[in-house]
């Protein structure tokens, strides 16, 4: 499963760094998953960065794959910079 994402950066802030880890999703059984570790060409493009910078006042967006069990249903997708924070954003699929 991927989800296309996209992370924009106030021209006010300072940059900062940029991981695809920041976004999970979560499946019907309550599973929490991180994105995949591994990378292939037959991924959609564009990727996501693994890991990388986003420069004040721009946009980074790209497809993040996840190892989610067929038929497994998506409940919810989330996003933060700091797991040991609340997340600064969050879905329900």
């Known amino acids: ?3 296309d ?3 924009c950066l106030q ?3 300072p940059g900062g760094e940029l991981r695809n880890s920041a976004w999970t999703v ?3 059984a309550n599973g929490l998953t991180e994105p995949s570790s591994v990378i292939y060409n037959q991924f ?3 990727q996501y960065p693994t890991q990388g910078y986003i420069d004040p006042g721009t946009c980074v ?3 993040i794959v996840y190892p989610i069990v067929t038929g497994q249903k998506l409940t919810s997708i989330r996003y933060s910079r700091d797991s040991t924070l609340p997340p600064l954003a ?3 699929a």
């Open 26 to 28: 979560t499946d019907a």
């Open 90 to 92: 969050s879905w329900i």
């Open 11 to 13: 021209a006010r802030n």
């Open 61 to 63: 967006r790209g497809w």
């Open 5 to 7: 994402v996209q992370t």
């Open 44 to 46: 959609p493009a564009p």
């Open 1 to 3: 499963m991927a989800i």
